[in-house]
């Protein structure tokens, strides 16, 4: 771009620049750059009057805040361990909650939120701890990972109250919105509060499983590498979004690529699940999946087999016994007479195959 849009002598004078939080006037979603060329973002340059990143804007100005990158201390820390698939629970509907039902897993993902918009659901669980709250002896994993409007609720403070209140065996550290059509300021000011949030997690006397976040390749790697820094190895990338805007190719191969290259120079083996999925992808380096739509598909009559979905009425599934653990012997044919005389019996039959089949299918990734 232009030198001197940006109220810099050239790149090397820039703080953005130099810390690596910009790629320099030749990225075309430079928001300096924009500005000056007449864009305006609703709610953040526009109106000009109320922008909320002026006091960053080194245009016409000597004073400006740069963003301030953490001073990250370090922690020795070991891989949780993740099987290959890790299921979600729904916590306020203990129809997804297997194990009063037979079926043994060895570990679960609580999601956060879920309790955040459930008081009474979180005043119980906060009272007993997630354990003896839902009657489970295996491992219960913590996910912050939930929808923008509920994260500027939360201070540090408030996430060690209800960790400590809740008392899982692991958590994520907290979530962060980085989207690819934000001006790049924006996201990165939410990668770099990310890395700063991960450090204080490690004030925490629990197992800690990183995040793979950004907006590009650049910011995933960065967040990859302040992490490990602080002794992180495991990780887990939300990618739900990123799969349902077919973004995910773009990205997923980044973050691997960055996790192999970290391994090699530190001599450390890392593990990284993906958050929000519930397909084997094509990629190597994958440790493990999670999400809760074998539950959630269950709802609207959908039946899996080797880890593809159908229609329970699809001919090419509806008369093949199934001997998993929750079928014994069934057809799909049977399941829908089933759910025609009992409802909840044919749903509970529905979806504890839907989860032992994925686990089956995805187990196999590792």
């Known amino acids: ?33 924009r500005c000056q060329r007449g864009f305006q ?3 953040i340059t526009s109106p000009r009057a109320f922008c909320i990143l002026r006091p960053y804007c080194p245009v016409k100005s000597k004073e400006r805040v740069p963003l301030r990158i953490p001073s990250l201390n370090r922690k020795s820390m070991v891989k949780v361990g993740l099987e290959g698939f890790v299921s979600e629970i729904d916590i306020a509907d203990d129809r997804s909650w297997f194990w009063k039902h037979g079926i043994e897993l060895p570990e679960v993902f609580v999601l956060l939120w879920q309790l955040l918009v459930n008081e009474e659901v979180l005043n119980k669980a906060s009272s007993k701890g997630l354990h003896d709250f839902l009657g489970f002896s295996g491992r219960i994993f913590l996910s912050l990972v939930m929808p923008d409007e509920l994260l500027d609720r939360l201070r540090i403070e408030d996430y060690f109250k209800l960790i400590n209140d809740l008392r899982p065996d692991a958590t994520t550290i907290p979530d962060s919105y980085t989207y690819v059509d934000d001006p790049l300021f924006l996201s990165w000011s939410q990668t770099v509060k990310l890395v700063s949030l ?8 629990i197992p800690l499983i990183g995040s793979v976040k950004g907006a590009n390749h650049l910011q995933i790697d960065w967040t990859i590498r302040k992490q490990v820094e602080m002794g992180f190895v495991s990780f887990a990338m939300p990618v739900r979004e990123l799969f349902e805007d077919n973004l995910l190719d773009d990205l ?4 691997l690529m960055s ?15 993906l958050y929000g999925i519930g397909h084997r992808l094509k990629y190597g380096g994958i440790s493990s999946y999670s999400n809760l739509s074998w539950f959630l598909e269950a709802k609207h009559g959908r039946y899996y087999k080797k880890g593809r ?3 329970l009425r699809d001919p090419e599934i509806r008369f093949k016994e199934c001997n998993c653990g929750a079928c014994k012997g069934l057809m799909p044919q049977e399941i829908i007479d089933l759910m025609l005389d009992d409802k909840e019996a044919g749903l509970r039959v529905l979806a504890f195959h839907n989860l032992l089949d994925m686990k089956e299918a995805l187990s196999r990734t590792k």
């Open 1 to 33: 771009m232009r030198k001197g849009w940006c109220g810099f002598d050239g790149c090397k004078d820039c703080y953005y620049f130099v810390s690596r939080l910009c790629r320099g006037c030749s990225f075309k979603m430079c928001l300096v750059a």
């Open 41 to 43: 973002y609703t709610g």
């Open 198 to 205: 991960a450090n204080d997690f490690l004030k925490l006397d």
């Open 252 to 255: 997923l191969p980044g973050a």
């Open 259 to 273: 996790l192999r290259w970290f391994s090699k120079k530190i001599k450390t083996n890392f593990e990284l699940l």
């Open 309 to 311: 979905l159908y229609d």
